[in-house]
C-alpha cells in the first residue's frame, strides 16, 4: 500500500539547534510532495512544496527540503531554529495519476526550548 | 467563502449515539477531503470527493462512516452507533481542482465520545 513514513515523532532542540525531519513514501512514479506545518491552536498550513526541477526547494520561516528520488524521501531543514518553530509538522505526497489524492505521514511534534 | 468553515467545533456524544459533521469547502474548490487526527496516528485519510467523479472511500474506517457531497460543495461525515475509539479531531480540506495545488484545511471537529 502506498504510504509516507516520518522516523521522527517527538523532537526536542533548543534554539539554534538545526532541525532535519525526515521523510520517506513508496509510491512509484511521479510524485508531488509537501511539508505542511500545525502550530499550536492554528489550522494546518503549507511550508514548502516540490512538483519538479530544482530539488531543493525554499519555504517559508527559513525551512528548506530535498527530494533524493532514488531514496524515495523528502527531508526537511533548517538551520537554525526558533522558539516560534514550535509546532507538528507533516509530510504529504500525492501524484498526477489517481486524482492527486494526498496521504500524509503520522507527524512529527517539534518543541522548541527558549 | 474565505475559508474551510467546519461545524460543530466540538461535539461529545455518548456511546451508540449517531453524529453528523459539516464542512462548507472554500467557495469553487472542486477537490474535497476528510482526514481523523488522532494522538500517534497523524492525518488518517478517511475520504476524497473530487469533481463529479465517485468518491474515493478507500480510508473509511468500517461501515458506520459515510459521506456525502451535496451539489459539489457543503460536504457531511456520519458516524453511525459511535465508539470511543472515534474520539479524534476530524479535518476537512479543500482545494480548487484535481491539481498539486496545496490543500486548504478547515479547523477540524473535535469529536469526544463518552
Known amino acids: 500500500a502506498q504510504s509516507v513514513s516520518q522516523h521522527n515523532h517527538h523532537v526536542i532542540l533548543s534554539e539554534a539547534a538545526s532541525l532535519e525531519l525526515g521523510c520517506n513514501y513508496s509510491?512509484?512514479?511521479?510524485?508531488?510532495l509537501f511539508w505542511y506545518v500545525q502550530y499550536p491552536g492554528q489550522h494546518l498550513q503549507l511550508l514548502l512544496k516540490?512538483?519538479?526541477?530544482?530539488?531543493l526547494v525554499k519555504g517559508i520561516k527559513g525551512f528548506e527540503a530535498e527530494f533524493i528520488k532514488s531514496k524515495f524521501s523528502f527531508n526537511l531543514r533548517k538551520p537554525s531554529v526558533q522558539w516560534s518553530d514550535t509546532a507538528e509538522y507533516f509530510c504529504?505526497?500525492?501524484?498526477?495519476?489517481?486524482?492527486?489524492?494526498?496521504?500524509f505521514g503520522a507527524g512529527t511534534r517539534l518543541f522548541v526550548k527558549a | 467563502g474565505a475559508g474551510v468553515s467546519q461545524s460543530p467545533s466540538n461535539k461529545v456524544t455518548e456511546k451508540g449515539k449517531d453524529v453528523e459533521l459539516r464542512c462548507d469547502p472554500i467557495?469553487?474548490?472542486?477537490?474535497l477531503y476528510w482526514y481523523r487526527q488522532s494522538l500517534g496516528q497523524g492525518l488518517e485519510f478517511l475520504i476524497y470527493f473530487q469533481g463529479n467523479s465517485a468518491p474515493d472511500k478507500s480510508g473509511l474506517p468500517s461501515d458506520r462512516f459515510s459521506a456525502e457531497r451535496t451539489g459539489g460543495s457543503v460536504s457531511t461525515l456520519t458516524i453511525q452507533r459511535t465508539q470511543q475509539e472515534d474520539s479524534a479531531v476530524y479535518l476537512c480540506?479543500?482545494?480548487?481542482?484535481?491539481?498539486?495545488?496545496?490543500?486548504?484545511f478547515g479547523s477540524g471537529t473535535q469529536l469526544s465520545v463518552l
Open positions: 504529504a505526497v500525492n501524484r498526477n495519476t489517481g486524482g492527486f489524492k494526498t496521504i
Open positions: 480540506a479543500s482545494r480548487r481542482q484535481e491539481s498539486a495545488e496545496k490543500l486548504f
Open positions: 467557495s469553487g474548490h472542486t477537490a
Open positions: 509510491y512509484g512514479g511521479t510524485v508531488n
Open positions: 516540490y512538483f519538479s526541477g530544482d530539488p
